[in-house]
Structures are given as C-alpha cells and as structure tokens.
C-alpha cells in the first residue's frame, strides 16, 4: 500500500521512524519534504512560510497525497497541545 504521512514539522524524527515501520510491513511511504536549514522546532509563522515557498514543499507534498492509498496524520504533542491538527483542520 501506498501510504503518505502528514504533520508538522516538528515531529519529522517521528514520521522518519513510522516511514522506516511501514516500510519494513512492505509498504511504500512518502513523507514531506524536509528542509535540512530550517529548524523546525523554533521558527516563527514568517521562516515557515519562506521555506515552504522556496521548496514549493506544499504543492510537492500534495503530489504524493495524491499518489498514496492511504493517508496517516502524524500528530504527536506539540507545546503541550494535543489537537493541534484538528483544530486547524476544522477552524
């Protein structure tokens, strides 16, 4: 199964160790582009947005959405916020 992971960035190291899991079960997963400048854990709204759009990561990352069979939101504790992908999902 094709499987694309989505998250924020902050959690890459945990999207990296499901990727190699998934992987090992046989299956073929994508994962966001990751800017290795950029430090994810302290950047503000503005730095975010200036590497996505330098990468074009949104637009990339929406390609593999749609290559994948399935999709898993990584959505781990971030600044002792545990929802914070619904929230934004359905603001």
């Known amino acids: 199964m094709k499987i694309t992971l989505c998250g924020s960035m902050t959690h890459f ?22 800017d290795k400048t950029a430090n994810y854990t302290t950047w ?14 949104i637009t ?13 939101i990584v959505n781990e504790e971030k600044k002792r916020s545990k929802k914070l992908c619904w929230r934004k999902l359905f603001s």
């Open 60 to 72: 990339e990352h929406y390609k593999l959405i749609q290559k994948a069979d399935a999709v898993l």
């Open 13 to 34: 190291d945990k999207m990296t160790e499901l990727s190699l899991k998934l992987g090992e079960a046989g299956h073929e997963v994508f994962v966001p582009l990751f």
């Open 44 to 57: 503000d709204k503005e730095e975010a947005i200036r590497v996505k759009l330098a990468n074009d990561a």
